[in-house]
């Protein structure tokens, strides 16, 4: 059976008030036609479709094009779970009519783990939609269960549940032994030794989020959500396919992809990762202002998403605006070259008072084209020790 994990779509995300909207749509338009071309034979989406848990129309619209052009179009399956960006029961809505039309969607977690059963000439292969869920939601799905069985004064299972490793372990306590079965789970959790980046919701604090990569060694294939770089995790069958997108600079070096799985009649899995190329990539410059305008000319991806870090150490008139005339998708710009080059606090009230007198005559320069008279030079000097002191 051919598998495409994917997960951390992020449909809606915006970064600095940006929508990534038009990226993501070149992005998965990619994925539809290695769908095509690979011939796979189903889709699985490990959480984090959207960005939050109401997505915005537009959002929606695209997620209900790119799933009818694989489910429908293509007569592919597509199994999707809720990751800790995405609504549970919002998007677990009609689930039972979406499985008639192959998509199949747990949006909140059942103490049941139904899988879902999909066939190739080998025979079955068993796919397990695990949620996220919080250690909360888990404890109050079980409780019950396990309140039926234990009397009262019991100590029950449900009431240790306290971390995310915990709960993990009591989930796929639902699942029966897969030996001699072939059989995928799809999570969306952090798995110890992850490697996180910036642009990830902690799931918790404290380290109480971490799950361990053990519970998952009993099934053929993992196929997790929730990190964004792609990665294996103790076995080369308990994989992260990443995000589809970069969503932060920290990023800036991922080389983003979705996973390919080949699982034979034995349930062994031959793993490859398919690039997938961005309409514009997130990248950072740094430098003096002349010197990124002049590279500009010569730069073929000016459309790129930008941080610039100006070097310069003088005030410069609305550089956000000269830059954008080069490089139109700046979407942070830093000034490191602003701060003192020496690392020490400067605490003489003189000094200081210097550096913002110096700062402000640059400014002027810049603004009249001419310098600060003697008398211009005084007032300033007032009105920065008054500044200092409080008493303006």
């Known amino acids: 059976m051919r598998i495409l994990h994917t997960s951390d779509w992020h449909i809606g995300r ?6 990534l909207l038009e990226d993501q749509r070149y992005v998965l338009e990619q994925m539809v036609d290695i769908c095509k071309t690979k011939k796979v034979d189903v889709v699985l989406i490990a959480g984090d479709l959207y960005d939050r848990a109401i997505p915005p129309a537009n959002a929606v619209a695209l997620v209900d094009d790119i799933l009818n052009q694989i489910c429908n179009e293509l007569d592919i399956p597509v199994i999707v779970i809720a990751g800790n960006h995405d609504g549970p029961e919002r998007l677990g809505f009609a689930y039972r009519q979406l499985e008639k039309g192959n998509l199949y969607i747990t949006g909140l ?26 250690p909360a939601t888990v404890r109050d799905v079980f409780d019950s269960i396990d309140s039926s069985i234990n009397s009262k004064d019991d100590d029950s299972e449900a009431t240790q549940l306290s971390t995310h490793d915990q709960c993990m372990q009591r989930v796929l306590q639902q699942i029966p032994d897969q030996e001699n079965n072939r059989s995928v789970v799809i999570s969306h959790c952090f798995i110890s030794g992850g490697k996180e980046c910036e642009s990830e919701r902690p799931l918790s604090v404290g380290g109480a989020e971490q799950v361990s990569a053990s519970h998952f060694k009993r099934f053929s294939y993992t196929a997790l959500g929730h990190l964004h770089r792609p990665q294996k995790q103790s076995l080369e069958s308990i994989r992260y396919s990443g995000s589809i997108l970069k969503y932060s600079f920290s990023e800036e070096q991922h080389k983003k992809s979705i996973t390919l799985v080949d699982m034979d009649e034995k349930g062994h899995c031959s793993i490859e990762q398919l690039a997938l190329k961005s309409l514009r990539d997130m990248r950072s410059i740094s430098g003096a202002m002349d010197d990124i305008i002049a590279d500009a000319k010569n730069d073929p991806h000016k459309d790129d998403y930008l941080l610039i870090s100006l070097t310069d150490k003088h005030a410069i008139l609305d550089p956000m605006n000269k830059l954008r005339q080069v490089y139109p998708n700046i979407l942070h710009l830093e000034r490191p070259g602003l701060m003192s080059q020496n690392t020490q606090k400067l605490t003489n009230r003189d000094v200081l008072n210097k550096s913002k007198l110096s700062m402000f005559e640059d400014f002027y320069q810049q603004v009249q084209g001419d310098d600060l008279t003697e008398d211009q030079q005084k007032i300033m000097t007032s009105l920065i020790d008054d500044l200092q002191l409080g008493d303006v």
């Open 14 to 19: 915006q970064i600095y008030n940006v929508s």
């Open 109 to 134: 977690l059942q103490a049941e783990i139904n899988p879902v059963i999909l066939q190739d000439k080998h025979g079955d292969v068993a796919f397990y939609p695990i949620p996220y869920a919080d």
